[in-house]
DNA sequence: CTAATCAGGACTGTTTAGGTCCGTTATCGG
DNA sequence: CCGATAACGGACCTAAACAGTCCTGATTAG
C-alpha cells in the first residue's frame, strides 16, 4: 500500500548515526544505538554499503563509517539501496515485467507518476530528515519542494 | 519496494475506461474491456464508489459511471480509496502505529517525505495519465505538474 | 595465531495482498 | 406481481513477499 519495508527505516536511522557520531562504528554499536536486533542491522549495513551509502572496513576495530555527508545522500538513494528500484508498477519503465505491452492499455502511464515520485524523493537529504525531528511542520530548508499544494480535491 | 497494489493499477484503468465511455457500463463490461477478471474489478469499483470516484446504480440496466471528470480526479485519491491512507512507515502522521515514540528516533521525521510524496500524487489527474499514453517522454498538456523537475541529485 | 569484524548466502515463520465465492438487496421490464 | 439483472457486503483461501535469524567464510589488527 505505498509503504516502504521498515529495514528502509532502519537503514534511515542508521545512517543518521553514523552522521553524528562520525566515526567509525561497528554494527552492534549501531544496533544497540537505535534499538534494533544485530543481525537485522548488520543486513542493512551490507546493503548500504554494496551501494556505498557507507564504506565498510573490515578486521579487528573495523566498522562502517559514512560514504558522503548526510546532505549528499537523498532519501531516494536508501529506499533503492534496500528495496531495490523504485517502480509504482511492474508497468514501468525500468521494470519489463509486463509482457504484453501492446494490448496493456496501461503501458506507460505510471511513468511520469513515477518520476513525480522519485523527484520527490530525491530533492530530501538525510540531512533535511536528521533535521526533521522535533518541530511538528517543517518546511524544507535547503530546496523548494516547489509541488507541495496539496490541492487534492 | 515502494510499489503500488495490483488493484490500484486496476482501478486507474477502470476509471480512464469509464472516463471514455462516457455513460453507465456495467462491472462484466468494464471487466472485458480492461482484460481483468470480472470479480476483481466488482471489488475495486465497490471500493471505487465508497470514495464517491464513481457513482452506482443498483438493477437492471444499473452500472457504474464517473463522480466527477477524469480531470477532477487525482491519483492520489484512487490509491487512497484503494490502498487506504498513504503512509510510508508506520510511524507517519496519520497512522498511529509506534508505540514508543518517545524513545524512537526517527519520530516524526518521515512526515516531510510522505508529505511530499503526497503532493506530487495530487498534482497528478487521471486525465493526465490517460494522456500519457503513447509519446514515450511527455510533458503534461493540460495543468502544471510544477513539482516534476526530476532533478535527482 | 587469535580475536574481532565484515561478507554472503540459505533458511524459516509471519504477514499481507490478490483473488474468488457466497448470499443479500435493489431496480427495471414485462 | 414476478423474474431477471446488477450492485453490495462479507468471508474465505492461496501464494508471494518480507523480516528476521543463523552459519560459514574472508579479512585485518595486535
Redesign the interface.
Same mark, same amino acid.
Given at each position: 500500500?505505498?509503504?516502504?519495508? %521498515?529495514l528502509t527505516?532502519y537503514a534511515?536511522?542508521a545512517l543518521? %548515526?553514523l552522521g553524528s557520531a562520525e566515526g567509525v562504528e561497528t554494527s552492534p554499536g549501531i544496533a544497540s544505538a537505535?534499538?534494533v536486533p544485530e543481525p537485522t542491522v548488520a543486513k542493512v549495513l551490507k546493503a548500504l554499503a554494496g551501494q556505498g551509502l557507507v564504506v565498510s572496513t573490515r578486521g579487528a576495530h573495523g566498522g562502517y563509517r559514512l560514504g558522503r555527508p548526510l546532505r549528499?545522500i537523498?532519501?531516494?538513494e536508501v529506499?533503492i539501496a534496500i528495496?531495490?528500484p523504485?517502480?509504482?508498477?511492474?508497468?514501468v519503465e525500468g521494470a519489463g515485467g509486463c509482457e504484453s505491452q501492446s494490448?496493456?492499455?496501461?503501458?506507460? %502511464?505510471?511513468?511520469?507518476?513515477n518520476?513525480?515520485?522519485?523527484?520527490?524523493?530525491?530533492?530530501?537529504s538525510l540531512a533535511?530528515?536528521?533535521a526533521?525531528?522535533?518541530p511538528?511542520?517543517?518546511r524544507?530548508p535547503t530546496e523548494p519542494?516547489?509541488?507541495?499544494?496539496?490541492?487534492? %480535491?
Open positions: 500500500m505505498l509503504k516502504l519495508s %521498515r527505516d534511515v536511522a543518521v %548515526r537505535i534499538s549528499e537523498a532519501v531516494s529506499i528495496d531495490g523504485i517502480a509504482l508498477t511492474s508497468c494490448s496493456c492499455p496501461m503501458a506507460g %502511464r505510471w511513468d511520469p507518476v518520476r513525480a515520485i522519485l523527484a520527490a524523493l530525491s530533492n530530501i533535511d530528515m536528521a526533521a525531528a522535533l511538528a511542520a517543517i524544507l519542494l516547489h509541488g507541495i499544494a496539496a490541492d487534492a %480535491r
